[in-house]
């Protein structure tokens, strides 16, 4: 298993001039919170958040948060990207307690996509995380969604799936039995094409 560290400062200049600064200086604000404490501001170096997070399995995976020397551990609840050029803007992370559930997104790997799509079938991925609820050493990787049987007109639901062992999707704790992915018929027939000339 990965480990994942980020180091971070306390800081106590607070708002939107503080975090304004904060990015021309190469930082990024943070937040990190739950755990029966205190809300505590950060700073972490743009880089190293942005070196940590090109690891999809950073987004679902407990990171070990290094706050002018003590360590906590810690997952992304939610990170606020610049809509134009992707970078970072500002991230809040929740504690890990052990034996107390958490939630958190985890992304889906579509697996077998080739199976529908020999049978004609185009496939749309309709969410790519999925929202789960589980302890801290329960948290998968990722969901992984098979497509070797879909056939056309497939709706693969969340309740098609199988959770891990001890994870909930959180969705279908609340009665939402969202759509995952879907198999279709191609929008236009090659056929069609043809014989319009």
């Known amino acids: 298993m990965t480990e994942f560290t980020l180091n971070a400062q306390a800081r106590t200049d607070l708002g939107k001039g503080a975090s304004r600064r904060l990015r021309h200086s190469a930082n ?28 999809e399995a950073a ?8 706050v002018d020397g003590v360590k906590q551990n810690v997952i992304i609840k939610a990170m606020q990207r610049h809509p134009a050029k992707q970078f970072i ?11 107390q ?19 004609g079938g185009e496939i749309s991925h309709v ?6 609820s589980c302890e801290a050493k329960d948290l998968p990787e990722f969901i992984e969604v ?21 994870v909930e999707f959180v969705a279908l704790a609340h009665g939402d039995d969202k759509a995952v992915a879907n198999v279709h018929a191609p929008r236009v027939a090659p056929e069609a094409e043809g014989a319009a000339e």
């Open 146 to 166: 098979d497509l070797a049987k879909a056939e056309i007109g497939t709706i693969i639901h969340l309740s098609d799936l199988k959770a891990p062992k001890g």
């Open 101 to 119: 559930k958490l939630t958190a997104k985890v992304p889906v790997h579509f697996i077998n996509e080739e199976a529908p799509v020999k049978k």
């Open 28 to 55: 990024i604000p943070a937040v990190v919170y739950g755990g029966n404490q205190e809300a505590q501001s950060l700073t972490i170096l743009a880089k190293e958040i942005t070196k940590l997070f090109e690891n």
């Open 89 to 99: 803007m500002h991230a809040d992370f929740i504690r890990v307690v052990a034996g």
């Open 127 to 132: 969410e790519a995380e999925i929202e789960v």
């Open 59 to 66: 987004f679902s995976h407990v990171i070990e948060l290094n």
